[in-house]
């Protein structure tokens, strides 16, 4: 070829390369997958039935707690505050409040869990096994041919993911307000902000590590992914603040550790801390301070985004070797 | 001189698979020996040609293509494209190639066709204005400006094709490879695709283009040269006119007869070089075309044909074409 032709390979050509192709991998989960009105149904509604088990298990809780103080009798004239009966009607109605109010943080917490759960789904199935599923309709080799880098295909499909999904879970989390009539209060919203798109990178970062590993054995990754879902909900502390574990003897806390690992945990940690305060369940539930979270979560970031990048070039590579990498039905 | 492909010595060897299977009851473990997709190919195609790769399924025309779009690794040898090599050096490759496959299922259905060939420009990072302004001229060139905004999954296989052969130019690439473009088209849409190609090769400097069919009269018709590649190898490498002129001191008969089983005489069959048959079960026929060293042989032919009940319809003497160039140097046709 001659050097007339020669193309550019500078800094400046080659990130206007990997922001358009980010840009151009992104649209199709942007714009494409709003154009079937019935995810509005299927993914905004359906979690709600999803995580309204879990609202009315501790509705039913801050019910029968409530009777307890409100229940007058002859040896506890106003009621019982725990074990022992409310000393006066100052300490009942401070019992009260303090059900209502745990009740409320741990309904909110259900909702935010089920905003995440969004995220980490689309991640296990969406981000994680989209290099299968581009593989079985052909993309695959036409993105591997072109020369974009590898992160910005990831990077687009990572964009994409977040902003479909968070359409998604602005859905639930609204329709979870406005249905369980559960009450936030933000004091600090650029460190809410902060907590969310660190999370958001750390855990599409992760997404985009184990994205790689499909490129080479295919659908015999798809376990990972299924091995990964329901687990994850429990030792994440979906649906319950993970502190709580911490309290339970034994196996408790290594579940709580093994489950922080996953970034949602820690940012769901964090996000519950900033929006329910950190008072909240007597500040007796939270794992770290939010700042501490914060911190672990940009490492985290960094460093599986710094994984993902070292994984896709090593497996890449290998799946060129063995001739993997267009092959269909893995 | 600049070659835009050159292969040296290129071989690729896939691995072999043990595979378990259940047979009534007993589970047996087959082994599938290494396969040698190709072997020891040297190829060199100029800059600005129309270069066909002629061979039936399995001759490794794909297996060449991917390695040569940096997709696929060699065993050994080695490839350069735009001169440089696919294992060290794929980016500079990458800027200047694109590949479009017959049968591509490529693209997101939800998106529509304009989309889906814009999203695939931005991996080049080709400009939205320019990318559009190419998509509108392509879309009116290959016939498909009314399904600019139809959703891809609402396309036909033809409609799609050229979807994807748009998708292949848009990046206005130096070198395209074409897998089987117009595999399973009909005839208006492959030839659509056809004419484009050679202008686009012919009408502009530096454009080269390695086509791989198993159409004959496709490669006939288009390429500047032609290698025939079978079981990895090259067997021939030349223009049409040439290949077709390797075999014609060579005589070519074509027959038409009922359906014959028994084979194994024709080659014993003094004069023959080389024969190919194709069966017509619905119409009871047999079509078998000899490649004869002169007509001596022809009166034996037809003699050993009735002597098994079996009766002649037709009978022509033909020029050779490039089947006849790959009959005569495998021993049997395509199919």
Same mark, same amino acid.
Not at chain 1, 155 to 168: H, I, K, N, W
Not at chain 1, 262 to 271: C, H, Q, R, V
Not at chain 2, 267 to 288: C, E, M, P
């Given at each position: 070829?001659?050097?007339?032709?020669?193309?550019?390979?500078?800094?400046?050509?080659?990130?206007?390369?990997?922001?358009?192709?980010?840009?151009?991998?992104?649209?199709?989960?942007?714009?494409?997958?709003?154009?079937?009105?019935?995810?509005?149904?299927?993914?905004?509604?359906?979690?709600?039935?999803?995580?309204?088990?879990?609202?009315?298990?501790?509705?039913?809780?801050?019910?029968?707690?409530?009777?307890?103080?409100?229940?007058?009798?002859?040896?506890?004239?106003?009621?019982?505050?725990?074990?022992?009966?409310?000393?006066?009607?100052?300490?009942?109605?401070?019992?009260?409040?303090?059900?209502?109010?745990?009740?409320?943080?741990?309904?909110?917490?259900?909702?935010?869990?089920?905003?995440?759960?969004?995220?980490?789904?689309?991640?296990?199935?969406?981000?994680?096994?989209? $290099?299968?599923?581009?593989?079985?309709?052909?993309?695959?080799?036409?993105?591997?041919?072109?020369?974009?880098?590898?992160?910005? $295909?990831?990077?687009?499909?990572?964009?994409?993911?977040?902003?479909?999904?968070?359409?998604?879970?602005?859905?639930?989390?609204?329709?979870?307000?406005?249905?369980?009539?559960?009450?936030?209060?933000?004091?600090?919203?650029?460190?809410?902000?902060?907590?969310?798109?660190?999370?958001?990178?750390?855990?599409?970062?992760?997404?985009?590590?184990?994205?790689?590993?499909?490129?080479?054995?295919?659908?015999?990754?798809?376990?990972?992914?299924?091995?990964?879902?329901?687990?994850?909900?429990?030792?994440?502390?979906?649906?319950?603040?993970?502190?709580?574990?911490?309290?339970?003897?034994?196996?408790?806390?290594?579940?709580?550790?093994?489950?922080?690992?996953?970034?949602?945990?820690?940012?769901?940690?964090?996000?519950?801390?900033?929006?329910?305060?950190?008072?909240?369940?007597?500040?007796?539930?939270?794992?770290?301070?939010?700042?501490?979270? $914060?911190?672990?979560?940009?490492?985290?970031?960094? $460093?599986?985004?710094?994984?993902?990048?070292?994984?896709?070039?090593?497996?890449?590579?290998?799946?060129?070797?063995?001739?993997?990498?267009?092959?269909?039905?893995? | 001189?600049?070659?835009?492909?050159?292969?040296?010595?290129?071989?690729?060897?896939?691995?072999?698979?043990?595979?378990?299977?259940?047979?009534?009851?007993?589970?047996?473990?087959?082994?599938?020996?290494?396969?040698?997709?190709?072997?020891?190919?040297?190829?060199?195609?100029?800059?600005?040609?129309?270069?066909?790769?002629?061979?039936?399924?399995?001759?490794?025309?794909?297996?060449?293509?991917?390695?040569?779009?940096?997709?696929?690794?060699?065993?050994?040898?080695?490839?350069?494209?735009?001169?440089?090599?696919?294992?060290?050096?794929?980016?500079?490759?990458?800027?200047?190639?694109?590949?479009?496959?017959?049968?591509?299922?490529?693209?997101?259905?939800?998106?529509?066709?304009?989309?889906?060939?814009?999203?695939?420009?931005?991996?080049?990072?080709?400009?939205?204005?320019?990318?559009?302004?190419?998509?509108?001229?392509?879309?009116?060139?290959?016939?498909?400006?009314?399904?600019?905004?139809?959703?891809?999954?609402?396309?036909?296989?033809?409609?799609?094709?050229?979807?994807?052969?748009?998708?292949?130019?848009?990046?206005?690439?130096?070198?395209?490879?074409?897998?089987?473009?117009?595999?399973?088209?009909?005839?208006?849409?492959?030839?659509?695709?056809?004419?484009?190609?050679?202008?686009?090769?012919?009408?502009?400097?530096?454009?080269?283009?390695?086509?791989?069919?198993?159409?004959?009269?496709?490669?006939?018709?288009?390429?500047?040269?032609?290698?025939?590649?079978?079981?990895?190898?090259?067997?021939?490498?030349?223009?049409?006119?040439?290949?077709?002129?390797?075999?014609?001191?060579?005589?070519?008969?074509?027959?038409?007869?009922?359906?014959?089983?028994?084979?194994?005489?024709?080659?014993?069959?003094?004069?023959?070089?080389?024969?190919?048959?194709?069966?017509?079960?619905?119409?009871?026929?047999?079509?078998?075309?000899?490649?004869?060293?002169?007509?001596?042989?022809?009166?034996?032919?037809?003699?050993?044909?009735?002597?098994?009940?079996?009766?002649?319809?037709?009978?022509?003497?033909?020029?050779?074409?490039?089947?006849?160039?790959?009959?005569?140097?495998?021993?049997?046709?395509?199919?």
């Amino acid at each position: 070829m001659s050097e007339a032709k020669a193309r550019r390979s500078d800094l400046r050509y080659r990130i206007g390369l990997n922001l358009r192709a980010v840009k151009g991998r992104s649209y199709p989960r942007i714009v494409g997958a709003n154009r079937e009105p019935s995810w509005i149904f299927f993914e905004a509604l359906l979690p709600l039935l999803g995580i309204a088990a879990y609202v009315f298990i501790y509705q039913f809780f801050g019910g029968q707690a409530l009777a307890a103080i409100t229940t007058k009798t002859a040896a506890a004239p106003w009621g019982m505050c725990g074990h022992d009966p409310c000393a006066n009607a100052a300490a009942q109605s401070a019992a009260a409040a303090a059900v209502g109010a745990n009740t409320n943080a741990l309904v909110a917490s259900v909702v935010l869990g089920g905003t995440m759960v969004a995220f980490w789904l689309n991640v296990l199935w969406s981000m994680a096994s989209q $290099l299968y599923w581009e593989k079985e309709i052909g993309n695959l080799q036409l993105y591997m041919m072109a020369p974009m880098n590898r992160m910005a $295909l990831l990077g687009g499909m990572a964009v994409g993911g977040m902003v479909m999904t968070s359409m998604r879970a602005v859905s639930t989390l609204v329709a979870g307000v406005l249905v369980f009539g559960v009450v936030f209060q933000v004091a600090s919203p650029l460190l809410l902000l902060a907590v969310f798109f660190a999370t958001l990178i750390a855990l599409y970062g992760l997404g985009m590590m184990f994205a790689s590993l499909y490129l080479l054995w295919g659908r015999e990754a798809w376990n990972l992914s299924a091995l990964m879902e329901e687990p994850i909900f429990f030792s994440s502390g979906f649906y319950f603040p993970l502190g709580g574990l911490l309290k339970i003897p034994g196996w408790g806390p290594a579940i709580a550790i093994a489950g922080s690992f996953i970034p949602a945990s820690l940012g769901l940690d964090a996000l519950r801390q900033l929006t329910l305060g950190s008072t909240a369940f007597g500040g007796n539930f939270w794992i770290f301070s939010v700042t501490t979270e $914060l911190g672990i979560l940009v490492g985290m970031a960094v $460093l599986f985004l710094i994984l993902a990048r070292y994984c896709l070039a090593y497996l890449e590579t290998l799946a060129k070797r063995e001739g993997k990498l267009t092959s269909r039905h893995q | 001189m600049s070659y835009a492909v050159e292969t040296r010595e290129l071989t690729r060897i896939f691995a072999g698979k043990k595979k378990r299977r259940r047979r009534a009851a007993e589970e047996v473990d087959e082994s599938v020996g290494p396969v040698t997709a190709l072997d020891q190919v040297s190829l060199k195609i100029e800059e600005g040609e129309l270069f066909g790769m002629l061979g039936p399924n399995g001759a490794g025309k794909t297996t060449l293509i991917k390695i040569l779009a940096t997709l696929l690794l060699p065993t050994s040898g080695q490839a350069l494209v735009a001169g440089h090599d696919v294992t060290k050096d794929p980016f500079p490759i990458r800027q200047v190639i694109n590949m479009v496959s017959g049968g591509e299922t490529s693209g997101y259905g939800l998106l529509t066709a304009r989309e889906n060939i814009w999203m695939f420009s931005q991996f080049y990072g080709v400009p939205s204005n320019v990318s559009n302004s190419r998509i509108d001229e392509l879309m009116h060139i290959f016939g498909l400006w009314d399904k600019r905004n139809a959703k891809v999954r609402m396309l036909s296989t033809g409609q799609r094709q050229k979807m994807n052969m748009i998708r292949g130019f848009v990046t206005d690439p130096d070198i395209l490879f074409l897998d089987e473009p117009t595999l399973g088209l009909d005839v208006n849409a492959a030839r659509t695709i056809r004419e484009y190609v050679m202008n686009w090769v012919r009408g502009q400097k530096g454009k080269t283009v390695l086509l791989t069919t198993h159409y004959m009269a496709e490669a006939d018709q288009m390429c500047d040269r032609i290698a025939i590649i079978d079981k990895g190898k090259i067997l021939a490498c030349d223009t049409p006119e040439n290949l077709k002129r390797m075999i014609r001191t060579e005589t070519t008969f074509r027959l038409e007869v009922d359906a014959i089983r028994d084979l194994t005489t024709f080659s014993t069959l003094q004069g023959v070089k080389n024969f190919s048959h194709k069966d017509d079960i619905a119409k009871n026929r047999s079509f078998l075309t000899f490649i004869l060293e002169d007509e001596g042989p022809v009166a034996e032919i037809l003699s050993t044909i009735t002597s098994q009940g079996k009766k002649v319809h037709s009978l022509q003497k033909s020029e050779p074409t490039l089947e006849d160039v790959f009959i005569s140097m495998v021993g049997r046709g395509f199919e």
